[in-house]
């Protein structure tokens, strides 16, 4: 069976720092494209950014709001993403899920557009 | 960039049909033909309903379907049941910004 299950987040200060880890179960990992997805309190959801596999260029995109804030890596090894957060604001209060993209029955593969497996999301709170 | 643009409420009966728009601009949903369609249930992760404007994972109902014409989006649900009250949300691509998601939509099964 397909998991992703995040974990690291808690309660932090404005200005100071977190790292989510998501750790994968059940596909290949190291072909995924990885994606985070933030939801603050009673609110919709908002794409924070993504990593590609390796063999797609390991290359990250973000959101204006975290851009030079976030960072990502990934550790094939361990099948685990993980989402560095800096300089963090009140504003980045949200749960965050970790996702990744979708793997349609014609062979395309969705990692910008669609994604179909979900973590259970993990509450990050800035407040002083 | 703003969100897409959602109705933050729509509502029918059991057996009914209801449709949730979805209104961007020709930079994301008029762009590209990768609008795709989650359901959130309260304190639950979303799941992916409609990809690509109106293709359907394996596993979701036929009464979900999904349309696009211009800058909106759509999201039909046919023959309501009372499961599929949740909050749906629209998504596009969005070229370099890569994705925008709606504003969500509370579904009410009456």
């Known amino acids: 069976e397909v998991h992703l299950v995040e974990s690291g987040g808690g309660l932090v200060k404005p200005g100071g720092s977190l790292r989510l880890s998501c750790a994968a179960s059940g596909f290949t990992f190291n072909n995924a494209w990885m994606i985070w997805v933030r939801q603050p309190p009673g609110k919709g959801l908002e794409w924070v950014g993504r990593i590609k596999s390796k063999s797609s260029g390991g290359t990250s995109d973000f959101a204006a709001p975290v851009k030079g804030r976030f960072t990502f890596s990934r550790d094939d090894s361990k099948d685990i993403v993980y989402l560095q957060m800096n300089s963090l604001k009140s504003e980045d209060t949200a749960v965050y899920y970790c996702?990744?993209?979708?793997?349609?029955?014609?062979?395309?593969?969705?990692?910008?557009?669609?994604?179909?497996?979900w973590g259970q999301g993990t509450m990050v709170t800035v407040s002083s | 960039q703003s969100a897409l643009t959602q109705p933050p409420s729509a509502s029918g009966s059991p057996g009914q049909s209801v449709t949730i728009s979805c209104t961007g601009t020709?930079?994301?949903?008029?762009?590209?033909?990768?609008v795709s369609w989650y359901q959130q249930h309260p304190g639950k992760a979303p799941k992916l309903m409609i990809y690509?404007?109106?293709k359907r994972p394996s596993g979701v109902p036929d009464r979900f379907s999904g349309s696009k014409s211009g800058n909106t989006a759509s999201l039909t649900v046919s023959g309501l049941q009372a499961e599929d009250e949740a909050d749906y949300y629209c998504s596009s691509y969005a070229g370099s910004i890569i994705l925008l998601f709606g504003g969500g939509t509370k579904l009410t099964v009456l």
């Open positions: 996702t990744t993209g979708y793997s349609d029955s014609s062979g395309g593969y969705h990692g910008d557009d669609a994604f179909d497996i």
């Open positions: 690509e404007v109106s």
């Open positions: 020709s930079s994301d949903v008029g762009g590209y033909n990768y």
